[in-house]
């Protein structure tokens, strides 16, 4: 049997992958990277993207295909959307990126799985991934602030001289 399975990177496809979307068409990819797990696991998910529709309003919990300002590409949820001013962030990152809405290509609508398809588009699967993203906030939010809380001890310990 003859394999035709051929294996190319995102940037070599990159621009007929935009073009075909900006047509209409849907187009389905294989995860590629880290920055979306464990919602999309790399080389195991498939993408599905879609053209984002016209005065379509972008909202938290959205995940989108974009154009970064070093001219790469990203697959990111939506973290909070201010005028043209959208801020992207990976699920398995805790770094936001802020982009300008021109910058979106396509929309992700679904997320195939091995064993299920999950719509990235309906209110409860939004709901729920807006949710994840300001409790993730709040606990590295958290950390920072123990960790601080434990460097003053240490400081106040050795100032006062007491090691307890």
């Not at 049997?1 to 209409?24: A, C, F, K």
């Not at 091995?114 to 993730?136: E, Q, V």
């Amino acid at each position: 049997m003859i394999n035709r399975e051929i294996i190319v990177e995102m940037n070599d496809v990159i621009d007929s992958l935009i073009s075909q979307v900006n047509s209409g068409k849907t187009v389905t990819m294989v995860g590629n990277g880290t920055s979306m797990s464990p919602f999309i696991e790399q080389g195991k998910d498939k993408i599905v993207l879609t053209q984002i529709p016209r005065n379509k309003k972008t909202r938290a919990g959205e995940i989108y295909l974009y154009r970064r300002s070093n001219g790469r590409y990203a697959i990111h949820r939506v973290y909070s959307v201010k005028g043209n001013t959208v801020s992207m962030c990976g699920d398995s990152q805790i770094t936001i990126e802020k982009i300008d809405k021109s910058d979106l290509i396509a929309i992700v609508t679904q997320i195939i799985k091995p064993y299920k398809t999950i719509n990235c588009m309906n209110y409860g699967s939004l709901l729920i991934h807006r949710l994840r993203m300001r409790y993730r906030q709040l606990k590295y939010r958290h950390k920072a602030i123990q960790k601080i809380h434990r460097i003053f001890k240490k400081i106040k310990r050795k100032l006062t001289g007491n090691n307890l």
